[in-house]
């Protein structure tokens, strides 16, 4: 056989096998679950998930939090994730639900951290709380 057919044979076969490897990887990616407010709220008050606001403390300040959510912005896990990695380790047995403030961060943050396997739901923004009656309290910005 040609030498030169055999590397392009070869090169042809690599292409062909990434290629389905990465759709199975896209097929097989991390469902993340969405949550009302209401669910996500039982799940918090039964002790089997933490609530994350991922939007910056300027926005917390702004507008205020979900009364039971945890404060560590996107920024943070985009990084160093100073605060996340701590937070993460303490709630690795919790549901960890997060939202933002029109679900589109949250969202991000969800997928990241379910394709590191973590249990993750997304329960989109701030407004859905407040449109729910649930409790907001203030935060001040750090």
Partial sequence: MNPNFRILSSCGLTSILLTFMGLISITFAAEVTKLT???AM???KE???VLVDVREPSEWAESGVAE???LLAKS???GARKLWKPFLQKNKD???IVYCRSGARAGAVANALAEEGIDVANSGSLQNWIDAGLPIRKAEKK
Avoid: N, Y
């Fill in 94 to 96: 919790k549901k960890i």
């Fill in 42 to 44: 039982d799940q918090i």
């Fill in 76 to 78: 943070d896990f985009d």
């Fill in 47 to 49: 002790g089997k998930a």
């Fill in 68 to 70: 039971p959510a945890k």
């Fill in 37 to 39: 407010p209401a669910e």
